[in-house]
């Protein structure tokens, strides 16, 4: 008896939907590693990480496969990888603000102890940047026209609770004349867009060729030292301004809690050479990032350092929650791209 063709088709349909449904769940035994990226497309961490898991790739003998979860300031990335299987199947990439200061500042479901460092492979050094034809030359000019124009001037940040967000708080916070509204974005390369689309009147970025070419304003340095590559931007310091620490703009690589010794030491010998390669190095030439390289052990006594020493900063400085963190009194970010 021949079928007809129609029937067929089903048949083997329904055949290899019934296999998958029998399928074990993605492992790292599979080959294949997921990696959530926290930020969106286009940022220092986004490169930096798709960088790294390339040459991560050459070591596991595994494909990465990549997710960007651009929500939360880094908080949306660190939730799904907690809620994941801790097999060493899924990895996630943070700045560790979202380690350090969004804990303490919203109601995270997770702490330092639900996850593991694997390692660190960047600092980032963010700088608030303005458009080529914005009519403020330099910081100076910058701070003249937002204490002319109260609650008026709009900052583009990477997601509320960022470093750079947390530097520019203490600043308005310290100063009650720097009324900054501040618009949250999934990145820095959104942030970018909307400043120059004329949405924002300032931004944070990482983007030193669109500095260097002229694309981009530098006003300020949003760290306690200048950048070499920026020696003529002044930073925080130069500005007599408070740096809020180094601890939380420093990249993560993390797994889950709980996950297998053998798997951790796998992954973390992988990445640590990815990291050390000339291939990922190159990647960071076009970003405020230094490598900042720790091994497991350094990850995680530098996490745990930077949550004892630093995660009361906004505490301290009385922009703990999200009211207090706009200094204009109002929530600039909730018609944007914000979390």
């Avoid at 596991?60 to 300031?73: A, H």
């Avoid at 102890?113 to 458009?131: H, I, K, W, Y």
Wanted: charged share 20%.
């Amino acid at each position: 008896m021949k079928w007809p063709r129609s029937l067929c088709r089903f048949a083997l349909v329904w055949l290899a939907l019934l296999l998958l449904s029998f399928a074990p769940h993605a492992s790292a035994a599979d080959g294949t590693v997921r990696l959530y990226v926290a930020f969106s497309p286009g940022g220092a961490l986004d490169v930096a990480a798709r960088a790294l898991a390339r040459e991560a790739e050459k070591e596991l003998e595994k494909n990465i496969f990549i997710q960007n979860v651009p929500s939360g300031g880094g908080m949306t990335g660190v939730t799904k990888l907690i809620e994941s299987r801790p097999d060493g199947s899924t990895l996630a990439a943070c700045v560790s603000n979202a380690l350090i200061f969004i804990p303490s500042r919203n109601d995270a479901p997770y702490g330092i102890q639900d996850v593991e460092p694997l390692l660190t492979f960047g600092q980032a050094s963010p700088v608030l940047v303005t458009r080529p034809d914005a009519p403020w030359k330099d910081m100076d000019a910058f701070l003249e026209a937002t204490r002319r124009q109260a609650g008026s001037m709009r900052i583009g940040v990477p997601g509320l609770g960022t470093p750079s967000h947390i530097a520019l708080a203490i600043m308005a916070a310290d100063d009650p004349s720097l009324k900054w509204r501040f618009v949250p974005f999934g990145g820095s390369g959104e942030a970018e867009a909307a400043l120059l689309g004329g949405h924002v009147d300032a931004a944070a970025s990482g983007a030193l060729p669109r500095m260097k070419n002229g694309q981009l304003r530098p006003m300020l340095t949003l760290a306690g030292a200048r950048l070499p590559s920026l020696p003529d931007v002044p930073s925080l310091s130069d500005k007599g301004l408070a740096d809020p620490g180094r601890g939380d703009s420093t990249f993560l690589l993390l797994a889950p809690a709980k996950t297998p010794e053998n798997a951790l030491d796998a992954l973390s010998r992988a990445f640590q050479k990815a990291a050390e390669s000339d291939a990922y190095r190159k990647a960071l030439e076009g970003f405020s990032v230094a490598p900042a390289l720790r091994n497991r052990q350094e990850a995680k006594d530098f996490l745990q350092r930077a949550w004892r020493e630093e995660g009361n900063i906004l505490k301290a400085a009385g922009i703990a929650d999200r009211s207090a963190a706009l200094p204009s009194g109002e929530n600039a970010g909730k018609n944007s791209h914000a979390e």
